[in-house]
């Protein structure tokens, strides 16, 4: 039994160098070869002129940098928060800063809801 569980034996038959070293060449000859039977099979595939005339796909497109154009949405909304506008001039709709209106809201109250007790909170 111990002799079977430590061999003291090792295999004596190696793989042959130069069967290695021709497949290692081949494989070499292969990834170098490969670019220039591919160029050579579709020689069209590497001209940069024929993808200036590609069509455009419909709108919404995708956006190539989102946050920037997030960014850019914000900064707009936070400025329309915080000034007084025209919302719909046609209409006679104003904006007003939003401080200001929930201020008014909190004064006023909403018409048809009831009122707060001035002393109840």
């Given at each position: 039994?111990?002799?079977s569980?430590?061999?003291?034996?090792?295999?004596?038959?190696?793989?042959?160098?130069?069967?290695?070293?021709?497949?290692?060449?081949?494989?070499?000859?292969?990834?170098?070869?490969?670019?220039?039977?591919?160029?050579?099979?579709?020689?069209?595939?590497?001209?940069?002129?024929?993808?200036?005339?590609?069509?455009?796909?419909?709108?919404?497109?995708?956006e190539?940098?989102p946050?920037?154009?997030?960014?850019?949405?914000?900064?707009?909304?936070?400025?329309?928060?915080?000034?007084?506008?025209?919302?719909?001039?046609?209409?006679?709709?104003?904006?007003?800063?939003?401080?200001?209106?929930?201020?008014?809201?909190?004064?006023?109250?909403?018409?048809?809801?009831?009122?707060?007790?001035?002393?109840?909170?």
């Amino acid at each position: 039994m111990a002799a079977s569980s430590h061999p003291n034996d090792y295999e004596r038959s190696d793989a042959e160098p130069r069967l290695i070293a021709a497949i290692a060449l081949g494989i070499a000859i292969f990834l170098l070869a490969t670019p220039f039977i591919i160029h050579a099979g579709y020689p069209w595939a590497t001209r940069p002129a024929s993808i200036r005339g590609l069509p455009q796909p419909p709108a919404p497109r995708l956006e190539v940098k989102p946050g920037e154009s997030l960014g850019r949405l914000r900064a707009r909304e936070t400025a329309a928060l915080g000034q007084y506008g025209w919302a719909d001039q046609q209409h006679g709709f104003v904006r007003i800063p939003i401080d200001r209106a929930a201020a008014l809201l909190a004064e006023r109250g909403l018409p048809g809801w009831p009122r707060q007790a001035a002393g109840a909170k």
